[in-house]
């Protein structure tokens, strides 16, 4: 089933569901969707050529997977806390919040981030080649 929330995200509630511990109840699926849809969109605005990427005949066969699973990464620490909750005390109810989480900010993993840069040209079409990824110049002619 394709994510309700954006068509265009990376992952659906099913591949969450399929990591996760517990069935996701059917009312939470749009949430789930939800938090998908903007991790994706995050991912996106912090990767502008991701999809150029993705659609390279160049790229490796798992890169469209990784994507994937950082988006399904996100969204389940999103889903795990959505509240951004660093801890709770049932006593006083003191409840304090992660500053980014409190944001409602979905977050992905640095060296993940790292790793997907190696797959992204985010030069002014230069273009990588060859198993040591070097770089040739675009060469304008006047």
Same mark, same amino acid.
């Given at each position: 089933?394709?994510?309700?929330? $954006?068509?265009?995200?990376?992952?659906?509630?099913? $591949?969450?569901?399929?990591?996760?511990?517990?069935?996701?109840?059917?009312?939470?699926?749009?949430?789930?969707?939800?938090?998908?849809?903007?991790? =994706? /969109? /995050?991912? /996106?605005?912090?990767?502008?050529?991701?999809?150029?990427?993705?659609?390279?005949?160049?790229?490796?066969? $798992?890169?469209?997977?990784?994507?994937?699973?950082?988006?399904?990464?996100?969204?389940?620490?999103?889903?795990?806390?959505?509240?951004?909750?660093?801890?709770?005390?049932?006593?006083?109810? =003191?409840?304090? /919040?992660?500053?980014?989480?409190?944001?409602?900010?979905?977050?992905?993993?640095?060296? $993940?981030?790292?790793?997907?840069?190696?797959?992204?040209?985010?030069?002014?079409?230069?273009?990588?080649?060859?198993?040591?990824?070097?770089?040739?110049?675009?060469?304008?002619?006047?």
């Amino acid at each position: 089933m394709a994510n309700t929330a $954006d068509p265009t995200a990376y992952a659906e509630a099913s $591949d969450v569901q399929a990591g996760f511990e517990k069935p996701i109840p059917i009312a939470l699926q749009p949430k789930v969707d939800e938090f998908l849809a903007r991790a =994706s /969109r /995050r991912l /996106r605005m912090m990767k502008p050529k991701l999809q150029a990427a993705l659609d390279s005949p160049e790229a490796p066969e $798992d890169l469209a997977g990784f994507v994937k699973d950082m988006v399904v990464d996100a969204g389940e620490r999103k889903m795990r806390n959505p509240g951004g909750f660093s801890h709770e005390n049932a006593g006083v109810f =003191s409840v304090s /919040r992660y500053d980014d989480f409190a944001k409602g900010r979905i977050t992905f993993d640095p060296e $993940d981030l790292l790793l997907l840069d190696t797959y992204i040209d985010e030069t002014f079409e230069e273009v990588v080649r060859g198993p040591v990824r070097i770089r040739v110049p675009a060469w304008r002619r006047p």
